[in-house]
């Protein structure tokens, strides 16, 4: 594991410590989940060029019209055979509710 020093203006500081209290964690791992998270986007979405897009369109369309269409009664069998499973004890509704905050904000900030 490597060390860094870095100088952040009082006010980032601040807003780090508060954010990090909130989730209940250390401020070095708030920093450092906020730095994954942030190389994680970067690296897992890449923009596509128009030319790049309608290059796929075919592929696309031609996968939808051999997926076909499924009635609304099929629809409703295939979700009465799925497995059920009890969500996560972590996973609380409370907590899903916080990631979709994050999730909405990140998407309007970019």
């Not at 791992?29 to 994954?36: E, F, G, P, R, S």
């Not at 592929?59 to 939808?64: E, I, K």
């Amino acid at each position: 594991m490597s060390r860094l020093t870095l100088r952040l203006l009082e006010t980032l500081h601040q807003k780090l410590a508060d954010l990090a209290e909130g989730e209940g964690v250390s401020l070095n791992q708030y920093i450092v989940y906020a730095l994954t998270q942030q190389v994680t986007l970067f690296s897992s979405i890449r923009s596509i060029s128009e030319a790049g897009i309608q290059a796929q369109k075919p592929s696309f369309n031609s996968l939808l019209q051999e997926l076909g269409t499924a009635s609304s009664s099929e629809m409703a069998a295939a979700l009465a055979e799925r497995d059920r499973v009890a969500p996560e004890q972590e996973l609380d509704s409370n907590t899903v509710a916080r990631l979709q905050q994050k999730i909405k904000n990140a998407k309007a900030s970019s």
